[in-house]
């Protein structure tokens, strides 16, 4: 047993079309690694468990209640290769939806509608809207505008003096 091969699981269970009947078994041939092993990385993560399905909703409890339902009837009835799984490690960014194989941030079912039935056309990931100087010149305007309308001494003196006047009138 070859330790070192890990590293090929992935991309051997990709190329087999997913944890498929008999790819497990193939994979651990190939690579020397045990076959539960193998069963247990392809298992574990979902992505490989079906590739057809290119949309994948969290339905943990933090996503649960940020709208996943609603997202994964909405991308159901919108005709989306889609299917609910249990974890993303997106609980920061509820509703988590991993496209493909990037986590969406903060999906909605308009953004669902938006995409029209196309999964390509999903709402761009994080990293995506990093990469783009308009987008990210846009995040900065919204960015400071929230800042300024919420996030500034005058507004945290009114939202303290309004915190110490119910405390003393009780």
């Excluded at 994080?126 to 001494?153: K, T, V």
């Amino acid at each position: 047993m070859s330790h070192d091969r890990r590293y090929e699981i992935q991309g051997l269970l990709d190329q087999a079309g997913g944890l498929t009947e008999g790819a497990a078994t193939e994979v651990a041939r190939a690579t020397g690694v045990p076959e539960a092993e193998v069963y247990g990385v392809g298992s574990f993560y979902h992505l490989l468990s079906r590739p057809d399905a290119k949309i994948r909703v969290c339905t943990g409890l933090s996503c649960r209640m940020a709208g996943a339902d609603d997202i994964l009837k909405a991308a159901e009835l919108n005709g989306l290769p889609v299917e609910g799984c249990t974890c993303l490690a997106g609980c920061d960014v509820a509703p988590a939806v991993l496209r493909d194989r990037r986590v969406l941030p903060s999906v909605s079912v308009e953004d669902i509608h938006e995409a029209k039935g196309d999964w390509r056309a999903l709402r761009r990931s994080a990293r995506e809207l990093r990469d783009s100087p308009a987008e990210r010149s846009a995040m900065g305007r919204r960015g400071r505008a929230l800042a300024e309308s919420g996030f500034h001494w005058g507004a945290a003196a009114e939202r303290l003096a309004r915190l110490y006047n119910s405390v003393l009138k009780r």
